[in-house]
């Protein structure tokens, strides 16, 4: 699919662990901006609103858009918590729908993935006339797999990916709906529970398994490529529990020991990548662990 120009329509998920509805950018967002740049692809991002402004998505494309034959309209979508929101809204079932629908008629494929496909939590009518593929797990990573190869390929993406994604798609910040000092950038630090394979039954963490924790010098490379950007503010967020990063007793306990070496580790790499930042903010954290 070479010398494609897709479209990324940011709908903004809000999982118990990641923020993603403005001002917060999710990693979901940036992973699959960027894994169509590392497929060697390139790619329009629309935050939602844009779309809601412009009064459909034909208005928000750049006026010199016209789809070519493989050229995909990628969905990304999943409020799986929602709340009451300050300055805009998740998008809802009806504006998917009408996305797709706009998305077949001006001739791209159209693709819906994100935490929806495999957590529920929203249904879209007439979705298989709508829709060219449905993938499970992670978006970035069936994105990254067809544009290389064409071949649809499901599951969550490795540790090697995630690094590269989050590298290449931290530019993606300049592209969002809320000014860029207003943007808060959520940072993933690990996947899963500490719990496991004991879970709270509202949160989807458990269907990501046990816990694998980035390296800080990840962490801090996609801070630092996120601060180039432009990025002021980060929240530490994309964890079910930032308190057992690192911990030594995965597996062992379901209330593990922290482990301070591990943390400060973490902090000092986080904030030797921006030392501009205004706010590095932390959450998610397990009460049952803090008063251990």
Same mark, same amino acid.
């Given at each position: ?50 779309? @809601? %402004?412009?009064?459909?998505?034909? +208005? $928000?494309?750049?006026?010199?858009? *016209?789809?070519?034959?493989? =050229?995909? /309209? ?87 990916? @995630? %690094?590269?994604?989050?590298?290449? +798609? $931290?530019?993606?910040?300049?592209? *969002?709906?809320?000014?860029? =000092?207003? /943007? ?109």
């Amino acid at each position: 699919m070479e010398g494609m120009m897709h479209v990324v329509v940011d709908g903004y998920v809000d999982e118990p662990s990641s923020l993603g509805v403005p001002p917060y950018i999710s990693p979901e967002a940036r992973y699959l901006y960027g894994a169509i740049k590392a497929a060697g692809e390139e790619a329009i991002f629309l935050p939602v609103d844009r779309i @809601r %402004e412009a009064g459909g998505l034909k +208005g $928000a494309l750049p006026s010199s858009t *016209s789809p070519h034959r493989g =050229e995909v /309209l990628f969905i990304l979508a999943g409020a799986l918590v929602p709340g009451r929101y300050l300055l805009t809204r998740p998008i809802s079932p009806k504006e998917v729908g009408r996305l797709l629908e706009e998305g077949r008629r001006l001739g791209f494929e159209t693709v819906l993935g994100g935490p929806i496909t495999f957590a529920g939590g929203l249904e879209v009518n007439d979705a298989p006339q709508l829709l060219s593929h449905l993938p499970q797990g992670d978006l970035d990573h069936f994105a990254y797999h067809y544009l290389r190869s064409g071949k649809e390929r499901e599951g969550f993406r490795n540790a090697k990916e @995630r %690094e590269l994604f989050s590298r290449l +798609g $931290a530019e993606v910040v300049r592209e *969002s709906w809320v000014p860029l =000092e207003a /943007l808060v950038a959520e940072i993933e630090t690990y996947r899963g529970c500490v719990r496991y394979p004991s879970h709270c039954s509202f949160c989807m963490e458990r269907l990501y398994g046990r816990p694998i924790f980035r390296d800080p010098k990840a962490v801090a490379e996609e801070v630092r490529e996120l601060h180039r950007a432009g990025v002021k503010n980060f929240r530490i967020g994309g964890q079910s529990c930032i308190i057992s990063y690192g911990t030594l007793e995965l597996g062992g306990s379901e209330v593990p020991a922290p482990n301070p070496i591990a943390l400060k580790e973490l902090f000092q790499a986080v904030r030797g990548a921006a030392p501009g930042a205004e706010v590095i903010h932390v959450d998610n954290a397990n009460p049952e662990v803090i008063s251990r």
